[in-house]
């Protein structure tokens, strides 16, 4: 069936390689997850020739005259288009399995200039209205120049043109649409593929009576128009629909009604495609010299009153990429900064204690690259911005919950403080304001703000959420027993962020507002079965409906900040805090690696609600409904507390339009395909705009990056890293610089580590040695105008050229490293067991050490190992040790189910001077930290072992114990 056959042609089986013959070329998921759609004779015969022959096969046009976002259907249609007309006609007969006669199937010709213009008609139309507020005047100057340069136009496909629909659905309007889930929807909801169980994508006479999917004759009503019309899907890193795309689904779903008053018109086909030719180059970089960025802010600084220059602090830009530019947006949305301005300004209003939106106010002649804030404006305190860049433990903290012992381990330090000491405006700018640090990179801010402890110390968050619901008012047992909720609850894996079945139940808020709570559960059986068991939870004793509770292992919870915007809150079933959720209760189904699974409060949460509350469908309402099990007053009581789906959906509705207006009033909003008002997607099109400013710090550094981490050209950072004199110091920066000139990068952690004790040798700036107590930095008062005066002097008479390396640098001390470490290895033969299988396991080491082994089950139960189930207390070089040791005649059986256990052996040498595991003292370590006892566990023996200079180890795995 030829090379085409291999993609469009259904296999007899998933995994199979034999095609379906019976069946060709009516199309497919491929094996690489794209959907192939179906080029079969009945599918061509509802276009045109001209569609396939010259827009699939020559223009990378798809049927519909729309351009291809496949990039391998791309990369077959630029080899395609190589072939004569008359061959790709011999391919279309062949398909259409007929002789075509090439004479009758028009060649390309010109006349695409015209359909260019219906492009950027389409677009002008779909473009919201949000101001520029960024004030960098002369970047657009540079954008407008760059998108200026026109497009070099091809000539588009011809494509059937769009005719006006009869009552009822016609075949054109079907198989655009058809097209439409080809390309956006088959590869994950289409037969047999991850996420089918959401809606089937299949067959349309399929999914036209799919009630889950599609509300005949309403397509306002229908999840496949709304997750679309809301930014939901298709998901971030995927091509997002066009206007045209999306108005093809809502004249069909409308059409779907029986006889509606009004005909539906089939969508209108744009046909365009369009090749960019040579434009201006863009910088790389955001950019702007240290010197610019402080120099900027003592100008800025000296404009504000000298009362409130206390008050003041700034973020930078200037090492951030320049984010990509889209030239087919006007105004705010074509300018990059818009973007990154928006990322710090929806972050920023989510993590303060203000009743107001705020945004961040643009540093004059810094292009966007520098914004002041007033902490004030945003309920801060100075105390808070210390606790953020000098790592202090202050008030805020405490009232957030957090001991001196935790904040020292979790708050990672600002690795890129300037000392105001070496640098007279810097200087000028700490002494005014008070802050040794009053300029703070806003990618480490979102990033590291975004989660504990530094997101508990700035919302206030306390230990235990029964605190925070008593803060907002509200006694949700209450609530609960006098029906003053709504519930809705999902199946398994149907949540998103959970294998197991998920309840959520929503109160108002007596300031305004409201309070979403979830129940999570490491199981779906037995008690904690919401389909036997939908009432609860069992900490209240008897429930409302008379009903056995269920039992839940722990909860998210989601509540208006008093700005009309969402804070986040993780717990336990007892409700203590937690900073990350179990992986086998909640974790990220699908996340980038390096990212991790885990679900970190407050992180992990702005990747998801990006437009607030997220609307589920409830599965539970219908077996309540006709469960046998229930009596008539327990099904009445139960039917309150899970309202039929429209009451639901006016819920989500109401709430998720309470988050998006405040979006609006920060100027963090686009529009729609749709014509909505939604949170402003990443600029590449990645997803939520803070997580895409956070993921910043997770991106590697080419050379030009890294010298603007030390405000110096790559040219400078070159000639600087020659003259370095530690020789240690010296290898590790020429061994970066190796790195880039084979196309290598370097991580943002290695950078990290070595920035302060590489910046006064490459520069003549120092790092700020900002150990808890050793800065305090007090506000000056008066004479401002004369100290900025004699900085800028000194700045300016400075001669950049006469830089000579220093030499009163002090010694470098190199990380001790031990060339001899203690190792340890444990196996087990298998890592998914079952209930009543037997644990046997394996430990190695390459030195004589004494042996612990811990096991730490899913309801947080500590085992440890006795001695003589283990053997031995010294394990011996190399001994490969079987435990249970057979000699003790003793079994280790697994007697319940529990995904994601650990066991975990640490071993130390007699010399260490390291004691054993304390479970108990690890027990109170872990909820000192708020995180699961797992979590907490092994964090503590990495940091034994760091510790210990070599003479400990430990290793660790996980076992999913199935019932």
């Known amino acids: ?123 002008e139309q779909a473009a919201p209205e949000v101001m520029d507020m960024t004030g960098a005047t002369s970047l657009m100057n540079r954008v407008d120049a760059f998108c200026a340069v026109p497009d070099e136009a091809v000539t588009p496909a011809a494509a059937v043109p769009a005719a006006a629909s009869p009552v009822g659905v016609s075949p054109e309007i079907e198989a655009a649409v058809s097209a439409v889930l080809d390309e956006h929807c088959r590869s994950c909801h289409g037969p047999g593929m991850t996420y089918q169980r959401s809606f089937l994508t299949g067959p349309m006479a399929q999914l036209a009576r799919d009630p889950a999917a599609v509300v005949s004759g309403d397509h306002q009503a229908s999840l496949l128009y709304d997750t679309i019309a809301s930014n939901r899907m298709p998901t971030p890193n995927r091509p997002r629909l066009q206007p045209a795309e999306l108005q093809a689904l809502v004249a069909w779903i409308d059409a779907l009604a029986p006889a509606p008053s009004v005909p539906q018109a089939a969508a209108p086909a744009v046909e365009a495609a369009r090749t960019a030719v040579a434009r201006p180059a863009m910088p790389e970089l955001v950019g702007g010299s240290f010197e610019e960025m402080v120099g900027a802010a003592v100008a800025d600084l000296g404009a504000i009153d000298e009362q409130d220059r206390q008050h003041i602090r700034y973020f930078s830009f200037a090492h951030l990429p320049m984010p990509e530019i889209d ?72 009232e957030a919950g957090v001991t001196a012992a935790a904040w020292d381990e979790l708050a990672p330090p600002y690795p890129y403080a300037v000392s105001p000491t070496s640098d007279p405006m810097l200087g000028v700018i700490a002494n005014y304001t008070g802050s040794a640090v009053p300029i703070l990179q806003a990618d480490w801010f979102t990033r590291h703000a975004s989660e504990q402890p530094y997101y508990d110390m700035l919302l206030r968050l306390p ?139 407050g992180r992990s949460c702005f990747a998801c609600h990006d437009n607030g509350m997220i609307a589920r469908r409830d599965e539970i309402r219908s077996f309540i409904q006709t469960a046998p099990h229930f009596d008539i007053r327990q099904r009445d009581v139960l039917l309150r507390m899970y309202p039929e789906q429209s009451v639901l959906d006016e819920y989500f509705r109401r709430d998720t339009e309470t988050f998006v207006a405040a979006l609006s009033a920060m100027n963090a909003t686009q529009r ?6 939604a949170s402003i997607l990443a600029p590449d099109g990645s997803g939520e705009i803070v997580t895409w400013l956070a993921d910043f710090r997770f991106r590697r550094l080419d050379i030009a990056d890294l010298a603007q981490r030390f405000f110096l050209t790559e040219e400078e950072f070159r000639t600087r890293a020659r003259q370095i004199g530690d020789p240690h110091l010296a290898q590790l920066v020429s061994g970066w610089v190796q790195r880039f000139d084979n196309g290598l990068l370097v991580t943002q952690d290695e950078v990290d580590t070595h920035w302060a004790a590489l910046l006064p040798r490459l520069t003549l700036l120092d790092a700020l040695d900002y150990h808890p107590g050793t800065v305090d930095y007090q506000v000056a008062g008066g004479a401002y105008e004369a100290a900025a005066v004699a900085a800028i002097e000194i700045a300016v008479g400075a001669d950049a050229d006469a830089y000579a390396p220093r030499v009163d640098v002090p010694a470098y001390v190199a990380p001790v490293t031990h060339a001899d470490p203690l190792e340890i290895t444990l196996h087990v033969p298998r890592q998914q067991v079952y209930v009543d299988d037997l644990l046997t396991f394996e430990v190695s080491t390459n030195r004589a050490c004494i042996l612990q082994i811990i096991y730490v089950e899913i309801n947080d139960a500590i085992v440890e190992l006795p001695q003589a189930v283990i053997g031995a207390e010294l394990i011996q070089p190399d001994e490969r040790r079987l435990i249970p040791q057979a000699a003790s005649g003793l079994q280790l059986r697994f007697d319940r189910p529990g995904v994601g256990e650990t066991l975990l052996a640490y071993c130390r040498e007699p010399s260490s001077g390291q004691p054993a595991i304390d479970a108990a003292q690890m027990v109170a370590v872990a909820h000192e930290r708020y995180q699961p006892l797992f979590r907490g566990l092994t964090v503590e023996a990495a940091n034994r072992v760091e510790d210990d200079a070599g003479r400990s180890a430990f290793a660790s795995v996980t076992i999913d114990v199935l019932g």
């Open 672 to 677: 729609t395909v749709a014509g909505r008002e």
């Open 327 to 398: 030239c087919t947006q006007e105004g705010a949305l074509r300018n990059p900064m818009h973007y990154i301005h928006a990322g710090l300004n929806k972050f920023i209003n989510s993590v303060f204690r203000a009743p107001t939106i705020q945004q961040v106010t643009p540093v004059a002649r810094t292009d966007g690259a520098l914004v002041r804030i007033d902490l004030r404006d945003f309920g801060w305190t100075a105390d808070d911005w210390r606790a953020l860049t000098e790592r202090v433990h202050t008030q805020g903290a405490v």
């Open 1 to 123: 069936m030829g090379n085409c056959a291999g993609c469009h042609t259904p296999r007899e089986g998933r995994l199979s390689e034999r095609l379906n013959h019976d069946d060709a070329f009516a199309g497919q998921s491929t094996m690489i997850g794209e959907y192939a759609g179906a080029i079969n004779a009945e599918r061509l015969a509802l276009y045109s020739a001209e569609a396939f022959v010259n827009g699939v096969m020559a223009e990378g046009m798809r049927l519909d005259g729309l351009p291809m976002t496949s990039a391998t259907m791309r990369r077959v249609a630029r080899a395609t288009g190589g072939l004569s007309h008359e061959d790709r006609v011999a391919i279309y007969a062949y398909l259409m399995g007929a002789p075509v006669d090439p004479s009758t199937v028009q060649q390309l010709d010109s006349g695409a200039e015209a359909l260019v213009v219906e492009v950027a008609q389409v677009v």
């Open 463 to 601: 230990d235990n959420i029964a605190v925070l619901e008593a803060r907002m008012g509200i006694d949700v047992f209450r609530e609960i027993r006098e029906m003053r909720l709504i519930r809705a609850g999902f199946l398994a894996a149907s949540s998103g962020v959970s294998d197991h079945n998920r309840m959520l139940e929503r109160f108002d808020l007596p300031r305004g507002g409201y309070y979403w709570r979830s129940y999570d559960f490491a199981g779906s059986d037995g008690s904690q079965s919401l389909i036997t068991h939908p009432d609860g939870p069992a900490e209240m004793g008897l429930t409302v409906s008379g009903t056995a509770p269920f039992e839940h292992d722990g909860g998210e919870m989601i509540f208006s900040l008093p700005n009309g915007m969402q804070g986040y809150y993780l717990s336990e079933a007892d409700g203590r805090r937690l900073s990350e959720g179990p992986t086998s209760i909640v974790s990220f189904r699908e996340r980038p690696i390096g990212r991790g699974i885990e679900l970190v409060n």
